[in-house]
Nanobody
């Protein structure tokens, strides 16, 4: 069964950077919309950034200018470059991909296991 594997989280100081990555664990036919969400303790999961198959991006207002989402389509990998991190960015970050496993499959939702990002003041 295909899973999304995330990497890159950790504990960092305010003002520094982290880069998250997410890729399928096995073969897929194609990936469509890719995104990063986050969930802080006691809060609902929220969209951080999204990128379409043609590269169009959207961002949560509070991360604009600091975070950059990108994708390598031939690797079906999505990245989140996070610069100028702030303590309020602390959360578990989840990647999302809309995936077809075969050419005649429908697009299904796949989620990563989550990676902790902690930003100290």
């Amino acid at each position: 069964q295909v899973q999304l594997v995330e990497s890159g989280g950790g504990l960092v100081q305010s003002g520094t950077s982290l880069r998250l990555s997410c890729a399928p664990s096995g073969y897929i036919f194609n990936a469509y919309t890719m995104a990063w969400y986050r969930q802080a303790p006691g809060k609902e999961r929220e969209l951080v950034a999204r990128i379409s198959r043609d590269g169009a991006t959207t961002y949560k207002e509070s991360v604009k200018g600091r975070f950059t989402i990108s994708r390598e389509s031939h690797k079906q990998t999505v990245y989140l470059q996070m610069d100028s991190l702030k303590p309020e960015d602390t959360a578990v970050y989840y990647c999302y991909q809309g995936i077809k496993l075969t050419w005649n499959d429908k697009i299904n939702d796949y989620w990563g296991q989550g990676t902790q990002v902690t930003v100290s003041a």
